[in-house]
């Protein structure tokens, strides 16, 4: 219990000094950050403890598991055994049938659709703003941002910013990096069915932690962004146009149920390529990297790879978090291929290093999030386009990505002092 308790408390120390001189600023306000670390206590307490709160995560874990189940039913139809229809061959053993790009990642697509659908309906918008509620009162938010902090436990790292489009444009730097940290702490209900599906075999309750992970992982964004946005000057309002003299087809960006439907599908296709291509394109990079590094001689007997050299960079991090000693190197290495690639080629590596149950539960609270390289493009290409005023974006996204990953060394630290009872 004690080394993830130090952890927690050495990145809340490295987060100010993130922040430099401004730090200990006299005006901070100390009493929200104190709220939010009792907050993020009292959640992960009741989540691993109260069995009411346990039993509603396995639910919520067995919908998305149905919305997995659902999307192969689309994918069978159209790709056959492709798609995950019983192959016409015999599969040798030690292999698999299994394609990522159309029986994993399509979940996205369905997603999409679900998402647009309730956000038409009026559902996601309450449901977010209802979960958001004690966000915007703890941490002394706006709705807005509550609003897209809720929804980040629901939706992706594009999706959420589009329930407040119509205010994007007129929100200060401190809001827009608050967004910018979430879309790299958290990750998307879209893809948590595929995480669950690489690591399933030696961790069937994987989905109910995945859930739990994103949940944390937003009030950590939080308590990070309570600690480093207080350093942005307040005299940075880029309009001060009030949101509601934004033209209504900002405000209501689905005319109709079709409309939402089908814009939804058509986001869902697009949010499924963007992936497929930036898992093609990343992959290809770090296997070109690794070519040229073949060149160097050998470390400790082993081939330096990029994923190595991360792994090498993550160690302290995954002792900080509670890992066992005898799986400390390879947790590490999985730690240094998330951020060297992205969390999904993680999951897939932690399914095949043989580490102990305890490790394993923990990794997922510190690789359930987008907060890799690959996705450093994506979120800034993704924002610029929603909210093509917000010129700030490209100067914030380097303090954002680091912001992110504290917040997820905070979510991991402080599971591993729970579970270590």
């Known amino acids: 219990m004690f080394v993830p308790l130090l952890g927690y408390f050495l990145i809340l120390l490295v987060s100010f000094c993130v922040v430099g001189k401004d730090a200990l600023r006299r005006d901070r306000d100390w009493k929200c950050l104190a709220w939010g670390i009792s907050l993020q206590i009292l959640v992960v307490w009741a989540m691993m403890n109260v069995s009411s709160v346990v039993s509603f995560f396995e639910c919520v874990a067995n919908g998305i598991l149905v919305i997995r189940d659902a999307t192969l039913e689309g994918t069978k139809f159209v790709f056959g055994f492709i798609g995950g229809e019983e192959p016409p061959f015999q599969i040798l053993d030690g292999k698999s049938s299994f394609i990522l790009a159309f029986q994993g990642l399509p979940t996205v697509i369905l997603c999409g659709m679900l ?148 814009k939804g599908l058509s986001d869902g296709c697009f949010v499924w390529w963007c992936i497929v291509g930036s898992m093609i394109g990343m992959v290809a990079l770090i296997a070109l990297v690794n070519h040229i590094l073949d060149l160097l001689p050998n470390v400790y007997g082993n081939p330096l790879t990029l994923q190595s050299i991360f792994g090498f960079i993550m160690y302290p991090f995954a002792w900080l978090i509670g890992i066992q000693d005898a799986d400390l190197f ?82 991991a630290s402080i599971v591993g002092v729970f579970l270590s009872f």
Do not use: W
């Open 115 to 262: 998402a647009a659908i309730l956000t038409y309906l009026k559902v996601l918008p309450v449901l977010a703003r209802i979960v958001g509620y004690p966000f915007r009162k703890i941490f002394k938010v706006k709705e807005s941002i509550g609003m897209v902090a809720a929804a980040r436990i629901f939706i992706g790292q594009l999706e959420s910013p589009l329930l407040i489009k119509h205010e994007l444009e007129f929100l200060k730097k401190s809001d827009i990096f608050i967004i910018l940290t979430l879309a790299f702490a958290t990750s998307s209900a879209a893809v948590m069915p595929l995480y669950a599906s690489a690591i399933e075999a030696i961790c069937p309750a994987a989905m109910k932690h995945i859930i739990m992970s994103s949940v944390i992982s937003v009030i950590s964004a939080l308590i990070v962004c309570s600690i480093i946005s207080p350093s942005f000057k307040e005299d940075e309002d880029l309009s001060s146009t009030p949101a509601n003299s934004v033209p209504d087809s900002l405000t209501k960006p689905y005319g109709s149920f079709m409309g939402a439907l089908s």
């Open 330 to 411: 390879a947790v590490s290495q999985v730690l240094g291929t998330k951020l060297a690639v992205n969390e999904i080629v993680a999951y897939f590596d932690l399914a095949k290093s043989e580490v102990s149950q305890d490790s394993v539960i923990k990794a997922i609270y510190a690789i359930t999030n987008f907060g890799n390289f690959s996705c450093i493009g994506v979120t800034v290409g993704g924002m610029a386009a929603i909210a093509p005023s917000q010129k700030c974006i490209p100067a914030l996204i380097g303090k954002a990505f680091i912001a992110g990953l504290l917040a997820t060394g905070l979510s």
